[in-house]
Every structure is written in structure tokens, then in C-alpha cells.
């Protein structure tokens, strides 16, 4: 049986995509690189990576921020992708130990279709990775000139966590969301990806609808927020604008299903009963 030249190169490609092992330290990396390659490449990963369901098969070397060397080196992986260790001399120790690390920058909506295709790169999936960038940045595009026509936009209030209160400040990731979904970001006044706030400061400003994006103790965010001395007044609590129990996993992170956490808050700021 006779086997065209282009054959060869794809079986080629294909034992050698095989023959990488990459060990991913975050989930944004692990949905991008199983957005590119399934899950043919991946040697490891974090407990916090938990999408796509196939990766329960992939071996743990630790948490977020915190892999463990010791496993790391049993793998004896092709490269580590990483955006954010704990103690950042680890990259150091590993680099030490001749292992190839690479840190992805993935924390901005454009760092995504960038960190796709140097992932794709990285890992022998360089078309693969090229395409769902430029599918990603296109959608991007789309939606950022449907934003531009927006003239009328709901004050929007994000709360990430309640104890302390910390929300989304100008150009994080979550302002850039909010504002292609159709919102304004209250916390745009403040230059920081996430800060503390003082629930008098969310008051002061009034939004019209609150995301709440974390699981209170009763399982319900809005019951902490509207059991607020004087939040009962502020608008989104009066109109009933509160919206919790969203999947973080779309809203939250900068990977390659970012597209549909933009929508879910789009589609929730059209439902708001806005006055």
C-alpha cells in the first residue's frame, strides 16, 4: 500500500505530538491545551484543573500555584505551562533541574487568543492552536463593536468573594467582560485588577445589578447581600437585579470558553429588571 507525502507528514506529526508531555499548572492553560490537542499531550496537572471531564485521568502534581517538584520529575515532561506560582522561585528550581518551563501570560481577554497560539506552539499543535485563536479574536471583535453601539449601560457591582469584600477594578479580566456584556463596572474607578472594598462604597455608587460570583454559607449569595445594613435600598437588591450560582469556571476564567461566560453575563444584564 502506497502512502502519499502529506500522509507521512500527518503520521509523523502524530507520533511526535504523542511524544510530548506537558504538564499544565493551572486550569486556563489545561482547557487550552485540551482545546487544541484533546488530552493526547497532557502528562499532568493541578487539582484545580477540572474541565474538560476526560483530565480525571491525568495524574495531579499539586495544586494551583503549588506543583510538586517530586512529581513533576517522575513525569519527566517535554514542558510545563504555567501563569501563577506561589513562590516563584519554584519556576527557578525547575529551570535548575533542566526542565523546560514556560510561563503563559493569560490574564487580560487579549492575552487569550496570544496564550492559545504560543500554547499551540509550544506543544506541536501550532495549526490547531492558530485557528481557535483567530476564531476567538474574531468573536472578540464582533462583540466589541456590538459594545461600542451600547449608549445606555447598567451600573454593575461584581462581588468575587464576601470576607473581605473584594470586587473587579479597571481593565481585569471581569471589567472587560462586564463591559462587552453590555455593563458598566463600578470598580473601574480604582486602577487595580481586585481590591477590598468597604460595602459603604458600593452603596454610595447604587449599581443596578450585582454578580455575586462565590457560594455563601446557606448557598445563597443574595441573601448575604441583601442582609446588609442599607444594601436593601440600593437598586439592584430593590429590583430584585442579584444574580449568583453562575459557573465560574466560563465567567471566571481567561481560557478558550471565554466567549460563552461573556454571553451568560450579557444575557443576565438584558434580563435585569433595570429602572
Known amino acids: 500500500m502506497l502512502i502519499s507525502c502529506s500522509q507521512q507528514k ?8 504523542r511524544s510530548v508531555k506537558v504538564i499544565s499548572l493551572a486550569p486556563s492553560i489545561t482547557e487550552i491545551v485540551c482545546a487544541i490537542s484533546g488530552t493526547n499531550v497532557l502528562a499532568g496537572r493541578t487539582s484545580a ?10 495524574p495531579i502534581i499539586g495544586g494551583f500555584g503549588t506543583p510538586s517538584l517530586e512529581a513533576i520529575l517522575k513525569i519527566e515532561p517535554s514542558v510545563i505551562l504555567a501563569t501563577d506560582l506561589a513562590d516563584p522561585s519554584i519556576a527557578h528550581q525547575m529551570t535548575a533541574l533542566g ?15 496570544f496564550a492559545i497560539e504560543l500554547i499551540g506552539q509550544l506543544i506541536g499543535y501550532e495549526a490547531q492552536g492558530k485557528e481557535l ?5 474574531a468573536e472578540i471583535t464582533t462583540l466589541r463593536a456590538r459594545a461600542e453601539t451600547i449608549t445606555n449601560r447598567p451600573l454593575v457591582y461584581a462581588e468575587i468573594w464576601h470576607d473581605p469584600i473584594m470586587t473587579a477594578g479597571k481593565g481585569s479580566f471581569l471589567s472587560d467582560i462586564i463591559h462587552l456584556a ?18 459603604e462604597w458600593v452603596i454610595s455608587r447604587n449599581p443596578d445589578i450585582i454578580f455575586c460570583f462565590y457560594m455563601s454559607k446557606d448557598g445563597s449569595a443574595r441573601s448575604t447581600i441583601a442582609a446588609r445594613p442599607g444594601w436593601k ?16 469556571n466560563l465567567v471566571l476564567r481567561p ?12 444575557q443576565k444584564i438584558q434580563s435585569a429588571n433595570v429602572k
Open 182 to 199: 453590555g455593563g458598566k463596572n463600578i470598580g473601574d474607578d480604582i486602577e487595580k485588577d481586585f481590591f477590598q472594598i468597604d460595602p
Open 10 to 17: 500527518d503520521n509523523i506529526a502524530h507520533t511526535e505530538s
Open 133 to 137: 485563536a483567530e476564531n476567538i479574536r
Open 49 to 58: 484543573c477540572d474541565y474538560p471531564p476526560e483530565i480525571k485521568y491525568i
Open 99 to 113: 526542565l523546560h518551563y514556560e510561563h503563559i501570560n493569560c490574564k487580560k481577554l487579549d492575552d487569550i487568543p
Open 255 to 266: 481560557g478558550p470558553r471565554v466567549i460563552e461566560g461573556i454571553k451568560i453575563i450579557m
Open 233 to 248: 435600598n440600593v437598586k439592584a437588591v430593590s429590583s430584585s437585579n442579584v444574580f449568583d450560582g453562575l459557573d465560574n
